[in-house]
């Protein structure tokens, strides 16, 4: 079993920052992609930021030149830092992973934390 624990939501004011960790736990051989998507009240889930083992990254258009998604692979952990935050970064953020598993056989599955709020306040 793996567990993904978010941390760093809050409330802001428009033009602040937060950062949000998300840490990987459990039976993990490795992790290959892992991302950040977020839901708004009423809207769809969406992909705000992924990355991959190897460091390559991909951000929605929305988010581009403000937020900064990173990884610390010893750490099994993923960053996302937000800056020049606004209104309509406000949702729910979660972390995903696909996580590559040995027991009790070689699978790759898909994991989701349990989110974590994000308020910009106008």
């Known amino acids: 079993q793996v567990q993904l624990v978010e941390s760093g939501g809050g409330l802001v004011q428009a033009g602040g920052s937060l950062r949000l960790s998300c840490a990987a736990s459990?039976?993990?051989?490795?992790?290959?992609?892992m991302g950040w998507y977020r839901q708004a009240p009423g809207k769809q889930r969406e992909l705000v930021a992924a990355?991959?083992?190897?460091?390559?990254?991909k951000y929605a258009d929305s988010v581009k030149g403000r937020f900064t998604i990173s990884r610390d692979n010893a750490k099994n952990t993923v960053y996302l830092q937000m800056n020049s935050l606004k209104p309509e970064d406000t949702a729910v953020y979660y972390c995903?992973?696909?996580?590559?598993?040995?027991?009790?056989?070689?699978?790759?599955?898909?994991?989701w934390g349990q989110g974590t709020q994000v308020t910009v306040s106008s």
């Open positions: 995903n992973a696909l996580v590559t598993v040995a027991a009790p056989a070689w699978d790759e599955y898909d994991y």
């Open positions: 459990g039976s993990i051989f490795s992790i290959n992609a």
């Open positions: 990355i991959t083992s190897g460091g390559s990254t």
